[in-house]
């Protein structure tokens, strides 16, 4: 799928197999009824495998979140259901090209017809979105005043026409797909998820720490997967003549990989444990001090991951580290995870941070 920057359809037919695509729909609407924690392991566990297959996986999980907490009734029970049941895959808009990745705005303008919204979106950047059976759309309302009145509404594939535009040939995450569309459709009016105008609620509460966590996971589990595969290799009979594992710089790169994994790990975990506790116990996560510690997870993972690789290529050196056919595979994990830092740019998220840092005089922590 990487050789070819083909969508990995045979993961995804598996992931709808074993119920997962449903992992955080309830269980009486035929999901498995899992928990934050529950999808995390998931995604790690795929990323240390495909970075690609686990951000479709995570991504996917935050449209069920956002469906599950926010969706009216009784359209949410149904597309629950069809979640549960059928496994549906839904894909992510909320990129435009004249505004990037800013999650809180939006450009395209939703028409109203009475007992339907009027979709005419075009979208850059769509992971896995040509083969994705539903869509949450973020786009301004209906009569807005301000590019800030942002909706989200839910489309299904067969309400829309659905245009793909160019090709998708990147340096990594090539099985990502993550192509651009052109969608339109009349969509009816009780599909919109939350109030009109209500999608900050949603990003705040759901999106936004969702896509943390989850990029964080899968990123994650790419440099574990990594590691680990060095690891089997230095152990290996086969190499031992070749690499002298007493040497001091071999220990002290392996050590410091093992520490940014560490690191990554221990605050993907506290992050997780603060966004699960402040939605049990209704806490605002808009606070700055929780937005702090969901934007330091993401800057902190997407550096970190990438650097664990950069650690171990220079521990097998060129032939294991640089080639392509290397069972290590640290060719493919250094051209994904550099993704990491412009998926949201991290630029962006530190000029959002320096200035709730100026929120938070007393400099606490969650």
């Known amino acids: 799928m990487d050789a070819a920057a083909e969508f990995p359809t045979a993961a995804l037919t598996e992931l709808r197999r074993q119920g997962l695509l449903g992992l955080l729909a309830p269980r009486h609407h035929g999901g498995l009824g899992g928990t934050l924690d529950d999808m995390l392991e998931v995604t790690v566990a795929l990323g240390r495998v495909d970075l690609s297959v686990a951000m479709i996986f995570a991504m996917h999980s935050q449209q069920v979140a956002a469906i599950v907490a926010h969706a009216a009734q009784p359209f949410g029970d149904d597309l629950l259901a069809q979640l549960g049941d059928e496994g549906l895959y839904l894909a992510s808009v909320t990129t435009e090209a004249g505004k990037g990745g800013h999650l809180l705005s939006a450009e395209s303008q939703l028409g109203d017809d009475g007992d339907s919204v009027v979709l005419d979106r075009f979208a850059p950047i769509v992971t896995g979105g040509a083969h994705a059976d539903g869509f949450l759309v973020s786009v301004r309302s209906p009569r807005a005043q301000s590019e800030h009145e942002v909706s989200l509404v839910y489309a299904h594939r067969d309400q829309l026409d659905i245009v793909v535009s160019g090709a998708w040939n990147p340096l990594g995450m090539r099985a990502s797909h993550s192509v651009a569309l052109q969608l339109t459709g009349r969509i009816p009016a009780g599909q919109v998820i939350g109030a009109h105008g209500g999608f900050r609620r949603i990003a705040v509460t759901c999106f936004a720490p969702l896509a943390h966590l989850g990029w964080a996971a899968a990123w994650l589990g790419a440099a574990a997967g990594a590691m680990s595969r060095v690891v089997s290799l230095l152990r290996a009979p086969a190499e031992r003549g070749r690499l ?27 992050t997780a444990a603060a966004v699960s506790g402040a939605m049990d116990g209704g806490a605002d996560l808009s606070r700055p001090r929780y937005q702090l510690l969901i934007n330091s997870l993401k800057i902190t993972a997407s550096e970190e991951c990438y650097r664990v690789i950069e650690d171990l290529i220079d521990v097998v050196g060129l032939k294991h580290g640089y080639l392509k056919d290397s069972p290590t595979g640290l060719e493919r994990s250094l051209r994904d995870l550099r993704s990491a830092a412009l998926n949201f740019s991290n630029d962006r998220l530190h000029l959002a941070d320096g200035r709730l840092a100026l929120l938070d005089p007393e400099v606490g922590f969650v």
Do not use: G, K, P
């Open 244 to 270: 002298n594992l007493e040497s001091e710089l071999l220990l002290a790169r392996l050590s410091r990989a093992r520490q940014r994994l560490e690191t990554v790990h221990a605050l993907t975990r506290h």
